[in-house]
C-alpha cells in the first residue's frame, strides 16, 4: 500500500493545511497514507533539496531552488504525466508569477500552493490605515511607529524589492545593480533602520507578525514583510493585524517586492511518484485550495481562492487586499548558483545595516559575490 513521506516548514501556515489534506486525500484513497514533518523556516530556506529527495515523496519548495534541481534529475517533473490540461489550468490560475516560478528549462518542477510577497501590515488599533507612499512611511517611522523583518534574507529581499520599485535593475547582467540605483537603496534603509528598534535585525516576518498582534507595544505598522494570512484570522492572535499592498517608493504603486510563496514537488526517487502527483495537483487545485486548503490555515496560491468571499471573509480581505502586490511582484533569479549568492547578500546587506560596513563596500561585496554565484 501507498505510504508517502513528505516535508514542509514549521509554521502553522505552512504544516497545517498539509496535514489536513493528506487526511483527507487518504481518506478518499484507502489504502494511501501521508505523513507530513517539518523543519525550521531557516531550514526550509537552506537545506539542500538533494538531501531530502532521497528521504521523502512530497516535498514543499521555494521556487529560487529549481536552477539547482533542474538538472540534477532530483524532482520529477509535472509535464509529460498526461496532464497537460491539469497544468495549464493551474496556469491560468496562477496568482502573480506564482505557477511560472516553478518552471524552469521548459520544464514544472512544482506546483504552486502558497502565494506571497513583500506585503504591508498594521495594527487598526493603532493606526487608521497603511501608507501609500514611502515618504508617508518615513513620517510613520520618525513618529517611532515602523518595524519590519531584517534579519540576512529578508535585509537583501527589501534591498533587491526596494531597487525594482525605484525601475533598477537587478541581475540583469554583468552588474547586480547599478552603483547610483544601490546607493539611493542603501541610504533609504538606513535612514529607515535608524528610526527603528534594534531587534528588527533580528526577527523574520513571522517574528515580527507576533510581536504586532500579541504585545500592546509593539510597532503599528510593517511596510514590507511576506504577508501571513494567519495573523488576520480571528482567535490567531490577541491583536489581529491588517494587511494592504506595499508602499510606493518612487511611484504611486507597489510595483518590485520580491516574489515568494511555496510549491510542492514530488521526488524523482519516489516508489509513489502518480500517487503523489496526483495528490500534488488536487491539492493545488481550485476547489481545495479555496475549500480545505484555505480553512486548515493554508494560504492558498490559486488565484480562486484569493477571489473568494470565503477565504477573505476568513482573514479581514487579506487576498484582496494585498493583491496588487502579488501580481506586480518580481520574480527573483533562480540560476544554478543564485542560492549561494542569496546566503551571502543577505549577510552583506545585514552587516550594513548594523553599521558594521559602509555603502561603497557593501555595494562591492554584492559585486563580488554575484560575480563568484555566476563563474
Not at 507530513?36 to 539542500?48: G, I, V, Y
Not at 484555505?294 to 471573509?313: F, I, L, T, Y
Request: hydrophobic letters at 45%; aromatic letters at 10%.
Amino acid at each position: 500500500m501507498p505510504d508517502l513521506r513528505g516535508m514542509t516548514w514549521d509554521h502553522s501556515r505552512g504544516f497545517d493545511p498539509m496535514v489536513a489534506t493528506a487526511e483527507a486525500y487518504a481518506s478518499a484513497h484507502p489504502g494511501v497514507t501521508i505523513h507530513w514533518e517539518k523543519r525550521s523556516l531557516q531550514a526550509f530556506a537552506d537545506r539542500p533539496i538533494g538531501e531530502m529527495a532521497d528521504a521523502y515523496d512530497l516535498m514543499v519548495i521555494d521556487h529560487p531552488h529549481v536552477g539547482e534541481v533542474a538538472r540534477s534529475g532530483l524532482l520529477m517533473p509535472f509535464d509529460g504525466l498526461g496532464r497537460d490540461a491539469d497544468l495549464a489550468t493551474l496556469a491560468a490560475q496562477s496568482v502573480g508569477a506564482s505557477h511560472p516560478s516553478y518552471e524552469f528549462d521548459g520544464r514544472q518542477w512544482a506546483l504552486a500552493i502558497d502565494a506571497a510577497t513583500p506585503v504591508a501590515a498594521y495594527r487598526p488599533d493603532l493606526i487608521g490605515g497603511a501608507p501609500g507612499d514611502w515618504n508617508e512611511v518615513m513620517a510613520l517611522a520618525r513618529a517611532g511607529k515602523v518595524g519590519f523583518a531584517l534579519i540576512p534574507i529578508n535585509a537583501l529581499m527589501t534591498f533587491m524589492g526596494l531597487a525594482r520599485s525605484i525601475g533598477a535593475d537587478i541581475a540583469g547582467g554583468d552588474d547586480f545593480i547599478d552603483r547610483a540605483a544601490g546607493e539611493d537603496v542603501l541610504a533609504r534603509m538606513g535612514e529607515i533602520m535608524a528610526l527603528m528598534d534594534p531587534r528588527c535585525l533580528t526577527l523574520d516576518p513571522i517574528g515580527i507578525y507576533e510581536w504586532m498582534g500579541r504585545t500592546a507595544d509593539a510597532p503599528a505598522y510593517s511596510p514590507f514583510g511576506y504577508g501571513y494570512a494567519n495573523y488576520s484570522r480571528a482567535g490567531y492572535c490577541r491583536f489581529p493585524l491588517q494587511f494592504a499592498d506595499a508602499p510606493g517608493v518612487g511611484r504611486a504603486d507597489p510595483t518590485g517586492t520580491v516574489l515568494g510563496g511555496t510549491g510542492i514537488a514530488v521526488s524523482a526517487s519516489s516508489r509513489h511518484r502518480d500517487v503523489a502527483a496526483d495528490y500534488a495537483f488536487w491539492i493545488a487545485g481550485g476547489d481545495c485550495q479555496e475549500g480545505l486548503f484555505c480553512d486548515a490555515g493554508g494560504q492558498p496560491g490559486n488565484a480562486v481562492a484569493w477571489e473568494s468571499d470565503r477565504c477573505n471573509a476568513a482573514a479581514m480581505d487579506f487576498f484582496r487586499a494585498t493583491r496588487r502586490t502579488l501580481e506586480t511582484a518580481w520574480l527573483r533569479p533562480r540560476y544554478d548558483g543564485y542560492m549561494a549568492f542569496q546566503d551571502r547578500g543577505g549577510d552583506i546587506v545585514h552587516a550594513f545595516l548594523k553599521g558594521d560596513a559602509g555603502g561603497e563596500a557593501t555595494l562591492d561585496a554584492l559585486q563580488a559575490a554575484y560575480e563568484e554565484s555566476r563563474a
